[in-house]
């Protein structure tokens, strides 16, 4: 028996990449599976394509597991809520809700237009919101359910390039530890992935320089889709009940607690702050503290395990 045998699970954007992965992994696991992607291309526009989504299916059932394919959009509250009804219409329940559906609009933020920003918040944020509200009410009434959401190290610690994809995975970051925070009497679970793999989406970066593409290359080498799974399922177990509120950072065979924000140093000025003592003592003060400017490489600067 695996650890998810008995349980149902819907995994959005699950016909490639990670999404693909995640729902292969939950059949093998023992649950029942519904398949969700929309079919379209990686910066979003293509509409309603079941045949992606069915061939994840029909990968399941030749392996002897059960699943059933969705083609609804996440950015779409009726799609969310079609997805979870399907899941309750076919097998009887949900328990886990696996949301790696996504698309990239990359573009510095002074080019960046009102159309790029929109999509990449709706896919995202809106995304993690219209099926996070779909399925919360049934696992509160059922006081059991367990959410894992995505979130990138764009967002928390940055990347040039990605300012509407950062902001969107920022807010997937606040909402899950908000549900995990209101959820805990229910035993409703909430967590978050920050993913390292090679995908279709991050085989969309332009590869600039012999320092990208040896980064790219590494990417490909070392860090894989399935090796994202494994974590993913396991936190939609019942051994991983303790769980929740946390946010992981997954790079091919590591896995990070990834830090939340916390105070790291105070001053404090009995007479009040003005602007100017606040530049001349509070800011010198905390300057050795700052977080600096670097991005994801330069935090994880070692090759994947």
Known sequence: MGILEGKVVLVTGAARGIGRECALSAAREGARVVVNDLGGAVAGGDLGDADPAQQTVDEIKAAGGEAVADSHSVSEKRGAQAMVELALDTYGGLHSVINPAGILRDKMFHNMDDADWHAVLDVHLNGSYYVAKAAINHFRNQEEGAFVFFTST????????????????????????????????????????????????????????????????????????????????????????????????????????????????????????????????????????????????????????
């Open 154 to 305: 764009s967002g928390l610690i940055g990347n040039v390039g990605q300012a509407n994809y950062a902001a969107a995975k920022m807010g997937i970051a606040g909402l899950s530890k908000i549900i995990a925070m209101e959820g805990a009497r229910k035993n409703v679970r909430s967590n978050v992935i920050a993913p390292f793999a090679w995908t279709r989406m991050i085989a969309t970066i332009p590869v600039k320089d012999d320092a990208s593409a040896e980064r790219v290359k590494r990417m490909q080498d070392g860090m894989r889709a399935d090796q994202v799974a494994q974590p993913v399922v396991a936190l939609c177990s019942d051994a991983a009940k303790q769980t929740s509120g946390q946010i992981f950072a997954i790079r091919g065979n590591e896995i990070f607690l990834m830090s939340q924000p916390r105070p790291v140093r105070a001053m404090t000025r009995m007479e009040g702050w003005t602007p100017a003592s606040v530049v001349e003592h509070a800011l010198p003060a905390m300057e050795a503290q700052y977080t600096d400017l670097g991005a994801t490489n330069s935090v994880f600067s070692w090759d994947p395990v």
